[in-house]
């Protein structure tokens, strides 16, 4: 049974920081490419990064390009989401996803597996 679990959301105000992490089970982590999305209040939930299996190739929405990084640690079984510059219309519960092991999780298409979510709170 694959199970997505992400820890780490919280409050901070505009400007700030903040690093949110994923650690699956039931899946060879090494194997799968990852992905974030998140759902806003009232919005439909909307891509946020993804990452290869190998962590070579990285895809952004444009809207977190330059602020947000997306990583990976296969020895730790973790991926990760750091966000700077963090803006109040970041505000959203964010998702962990992954979907196959080449095809990076751009769209909710894609995605086989979702975690339950953090929520990550911007304050203006």
């Known amino acids: 049974q694959v199970e997505l679990v992400e820890s780490g959301g919280g409050l901070v105000q505009a400007g700030g920081s903040l690093r949110v992490s994923c650690v699956p089970s039931?899946?060879?982590?090494?194997?799968?490419?990852m992905g974030w999305f998140r759902q806003a209040p009232g919005k439909e939930r909307e891509f946020v990064a993804a990452i290869s299996k190998s962590g070579g190739n990285l895809i952004y929405a444009n809207s977190v390009k330059g602020r947000f990084t997306i990583s990976r640690d296969n020895a730790k079984n973790t991926v990760y989401l750091q966000m700077n510059s963090l803006k109040p219309e970041d505000t959203a519960v964010y998702y962990c996803a992954t979907g196959g092991r080449t095809v990076l999780p751009t769209t909710g298409s894609r995605v086989n597996y979702w975690g339950k979510g953090t929520l990550v709170t911007v304050s203006s």
């Open positions: 039931g899946l060879t982590f090494s194997s799968y490419a």
